[in-house]
């Protein structure tokens, strides 16, 4: 297999020529063929989740993440609990039921039957699994790879970069281990290996199966397609039509984190979208996004505004101070 | 059947996530001491720095104070490259600049003033003879060498003060970010009023080792009054540091207490917090305020017949302003670190401050997305008109 390489693929790595006849492996299991300088994410439609954590084995598996022990959380079906240094795909498990489904069911039998008898009724025109109170909410989480990326403005070492499929990617031979990534981050996804290796860790969108022209193995590894890799404007478009055919079904799917929209169609946030980004069909509290993530650099500069002018006056003062009687 | 039931309520139990949407910082327990003792060497440098560009050019407070700057620098970097976790890569933090970094900033700024404050304390050696007989290096810490070392090294002092509340502040924890714009002051005030009664502290110290001075007469009358004066514009000086720092204390307490995770913070955490604000904050204030008052009066009235011993009344009320100063500044330190932990690992402290961010953007945002589905309402009815799902009547 002696394909031509790209410019900027490295020597021993396999380099997939997308523009001959050769075709990557991306092209068979995503449909799309990988090109360094092309922005790429995930478009993780959380109505297609079933909650299988596929993903997060095989980001385990192909990364060589470590076991997070056996702890059970109480937490419904979610015993991974968050995203973290070892732990770079969460499927968050979020159960709304009726408070008195458990009632209903144990007196009548058949109060739990439907009204009408359609085969296809679930699937059609009932969505019954779209409603609030009788449903699962799923949704597999993972590094947003923000375009304004709070954790790479963070970094004082320069060890997280931008690569060359825009995903914002943690050099483990230069990090240090500061930490200051991790308060940064407005999804709580960075971690310090506090007692590992001390170093921090996210999800790299498998820079090195994109490097070797595979897509990402969370995405491969989706039975649903809830979890889609591609080009991000792609992407985009093909979410755009998902949510628009469930709201044409009256299900309040919304896209959060594209081209900056996070509420109401006002650009509220300064991360300016995110290169990963999510249909959901709830607030995004109830996912445990925030509304309007915070990028946490916007402070620095007025900080040090306030600051200076605080030490211009507390200095004059001082000076004042001491000159005024010797 | 409630089959139309409302938005469902995020603090039901089932739907509670399992975790908090945003990290918690992961550092070790002495980072507030580093911020402490950075805080101490940069108020010392200032307060040096003063004395020597405007006060008297006291050799026992510009002593003291170059000393501290450089002890509270090497205790600080020490504490930091112990916090990492590659402590054998310290020196990545001088790979770039970045300005969107207060960290990286703050890297550079303390490798800055960190020389700074060791070419002053190597003047400063020299001028005491630890170095040997260096007389030309003595006339340049005490001449315009020094005092250009300490204007040089101001800004960089006044920086390294306050870019540790710049550092909080440009965060995603709750509590700092809701106040990223007064953390610098806070620290910067606080850096100063610590650093004036350390430089205090020391100074006394080194005037009863080695009473005599260099500028001023080195008779018992005169030096006298030259350490009464010296202890008075320190005392001035912390009356200003105090105040501001107060100031913005209460200011922080009152954005604290507006957070939910306040809320649930242990009572003894309110009690220290306000103990704190007492006894570490008014209490010295009101301390040096009475001092400054007092020895003016006292300056006018018997100029030459206040010879205040050491173990004098006044004497110990200096120690003790200048002990409550410096650990009302630690303290606040350790609660401004803690108030943030709380708030990081508070869920609703972020819903809170992503909400107010977004009602501060777009105001008409507010009232929906703090009640109900901004996202349900937007969606047109539904084509099909959904059966009622009611019971089926088998009787």
Known sequence: MTAPGHAGVAHGVRAWDTHGEQAQPAQKTSGTSITPGRAYGFFTDTTLCIGCKACEVACKQWNQLPSDGYELSGHSYDNTRQLGASTWRHVTFIEQFDEDRFAERDFDVFASLPARVEPWGAFTAGEQWAEPGRRWLLMSDVCKHCVNAPCLEACPTGSIIRTEFDSVYVQQDVCNGCGYCVP??????????????????????????????????????????????????????????????????????????????????????????????????????????????????????????????????????????????? | MTATTSAPDPARENALPPAPPVKAVQWEWYIPIYFWTSGIAAGSWIVGAAEDLAGARDRHVIRAARYLALGGMLAGSGLLIADLGRPERFHHMLRIVRARSAMSLGSWGLTAFGSCAGAAALLQAAEDGWLGRRPRLARLSRGAAGRALHAVGLPLAAFVGSYTGVLLGSTNTPSWARRADWLGPLFLSSALS???????????????????????????????????????????????????????????????????????????????????????????????????????????????????????????????????ALAGSLALRYLVTREGLRSARTPADTWRFTETKSAERAPANRARSATDSRVRDQVPAPAVDRPARERPSLL
């Open chain 2, 194 to 324: 610590s650093g004036l009664a350390a430089v205090g502290l020391l100074a006394e110290s080194g005037r009863r080792r080695c009473p005599i001075s260099g500028r001023t007469g080195n008779g018992r009358r005169s030096r006298a009054i030259a350490r009464r004066r010296a202890e008075r514009r320190l005392a001035r000086a912390e009356v200003i540091a105090l105040a501001a720092e107060l100031a913005l204390a209460l200011r922080g307490r009152a954005s604290v207490r507006a957070l939910p995770s306040d809320a649930e913070a242990p009572r003894s955490e309110h009690l220290a917090r306000d103990l704190t604000l007492a006894l570490g904050l008014g209490a010295p204030l009101v301390l040096a305020v009475a001092r400054v008052s007092r020895r003016a009066r006292g300056v006018r009235r018997k100029r030459t017949k206040r010879h205040a011993p050491n173990h004098s009344t006044t004497a110990r009320i200096e120690r003790l302003t200048a002990a409550l």
């Open chain 1, 184 to 326: 940064a981050c407005p999804f709580g996804v960075v971690e310090v290996a506090k007692g590992g290796d001390g170093k921090a860790h996210k999800c790299t969108l498998c820079y090195d199966r994109l490097r070797g022209g595979m897509e990402p193995a969370c995405a491969n590894a989706c039975p649903t397609d809830s979890i889609q890799f591609g080009p991000v404007d792609e992407l985009v478009e093909r979410a755009k039509l998902r949510t628009d055919e469930l709201r044409g079904r009256g299900i309040p799917a919304y896209l959060y984190g594209t081209d900056g929209v996070l509420e109401d169609g006002a650009d509220t946030t300064r991360l300016n979208g995110l290169n990963c980004f999510f249909l959901l069909i709830d607030r995004p509290e109830v996912y445990n996004l925030p509304p309007v993530p915070h990028r946490a650099s916007s402070a620095t500069g007025r900080g040090l505004v306030t600051s200076g002018l605080a030490a211009l006056g507390l200095v004059a003062a001082t000076l004042w101070a001491f000159a005024g009687d010797r």
